[in-house]
């Protein structure tokens, strides 16, 4: 696996408590070749496909990302596809 992270990057599983009786735990899944840039926040149930790039100051949560793709924004969306 090869992944790049730059600083102040968080990066969690969970919201540490429960709301409602809502789980407060999914699975983050970081694909190989990818870079996070700094100042991120990737939470609970973000999937990042392989060879993608996170800009700074991005926030993903419970997204899917496809392999070949530059994400950004809060919410972080799809800016780019099939970069390499």
Same mark, same amino acid.
């Given at each position: 696996?090869?992944?790049?992270? $730059?600083?102040?990057?968080?990066?969690?599983?969970? @919201?540490? %408590?429960?709301?409602?009786?809502?789980? *407060?735990?999914? @699975?983050?899944? !970081? &694909? @190989? %070749?990818?870079?996070?840039?700094?100042?991120?926040?990737?939470?609970?149930?973000?999937? !990042? &496909?392989?060879?993608? !790039?996170?800009?700074?100051?991005?926030? &993903?949560?419970?997204?899917? *990302?496809? @392999?070949?793709?530059?994400? $950004?924004?809060?919410? $972080?969306?799809?800016?780019?596809?099939?970069?390499?």
């Amino acid at each position: 696996m090869d992944f790049l992270c $730059a600083w102040d990057v968080f990066i969690s599983d969970s @919201d540490w %408590h429960t709301i409602l009786g809502q789980n *407060y735990q999914k @699975d983050i899944t !970081i &694909g @190989d %070749h990818v870079w996070i840039a700094n100042n991120n926040q990737i939470l609970k149930g973000s999937i !990042i &496909g392989n060879s993608c !790039i996170v800009a700074s100051f991005s926030k &993903g949560c419970n997204k899917i *990302y496809p @392999d070949n793709v530059l994400v $950004a924004g809060i919410p $972080a969306k799809i800016i780019k596809t099939n970069i390499e």
